[in-house]
């Protein structure tokens, strides 16, 4: 069965408009990526007060999720996105991982 998950990133003070800019016109390599790894209905929410990032996705139950980091589009991505969030050494957002504590169907 497909898996909702939730995690949190964090967006650099002052760049909410740059990211929503950067997404408006996501490259259509990292777009299939996405989708071709099993992922879908991805969504990402701002905190303005925070500048905290919270995104969901569904993944299925043959994703190849964990590989992605591996791929040339993503890293291009990541590296793309690191002058406006918080990344970690490799220009990988830094992410945590939420906990499903109540959900309503």
Avoid: C
Wanted: no cysteine; proline share 6%; net charge negative.
């Amino acid at each position: 069965m497909p898996e909702r998950i939730a995690f949190r990133m964090t967006l650099n003070p002052g760049q909410a408009l740059e990211y929503r800019g950067r997404h408006d016109e996501l490259w259509p390599q990292m777009k299939a990526a996405l989708r071709e790894a099993g992922i879908s209905d991805y969504s990402i929410w701002l905190d303005p007060e925070t500048n905290h990032l919270f995104a969901t996705l569904v993944r299925a139950d043959d994703h190849t999720m964990d590989d992605l980091p591996n791929t040339e589009i993503n890293r291009r991505w990541w590296d793309f996105m690191a002058d406006i969030m918080q990344v970690d050494e490799l220009n990988r957002p830094v992410t945590v991982q939420l906990e499903r504590v109540f959900q309503m169907d």
